[in-house]
Nanobody, 125 residues
Framework: QVQFVESGGGLVQPGGSLRLSCAAP????????IGWFRQAPGKERERVSC????????LYLDSVKDRFTISRDNAKNTVYLQMNNLKPEDAAVYYC??????????????????WGQGTQVTVSP
């Protein structure tokens, strides 16, 4: 069942920045670990980042660790992914999802649900 709405994608040149947003009216994101994922054409889906509801801990894919930042705004019930110094290999459709069984992030496994339609990120000179 799709409930999340991702936004903020677009076309950016290498080295540019974008901020993605993940929101779901009617669902409190503060109850769940929230993850950002991406999938490029012809490639497998990757887990990019995760934000824990329980203790504020975060996880990042190694290739984005020094460039991306995940954050929450509980008042707006929104999770963000700030992406800086974007590279062509970052181009993909980005999705957010909730681990419906956990509040703290874990990189392996999880039960991810409430997928949105995704937002397209294109990085091109």
């Amino acid at each position: 069942q799709v409930q999340f709405v991702e936004s903020g994608g677009g076309l950016v040149q290498p080295g540019g920045s974008l901020r993605l947003s993940c929101a779901a009216p009617g669902l409190s994101l503060d109850y769940y670990a929230i993850g950002w994922f991406r999938q490029a054409p012809g490639k497998e889906r990757e887990r990019v980042s995760c934000s824990s509801a329980s203790d504020g801990s975060t996880l990042y894919l190694d290739s984005v660790k020094d460039r991306f930042t995940i954050s929450r705004d509980n008042a707006k019930n929104t999770v963000y992914l700030q992406m800086n110094n974007l590279k062509p290999e970052d181009a993909a459709v980005y999705y957010c999802a909730a681990d419906i069984e956990r509040r703290r992030c874990q990189w392996v496994g999880g039960t991810w649900n409430y997928w949105g339609q995704g937002t397209q990120v294109t990085v091109s000179p």
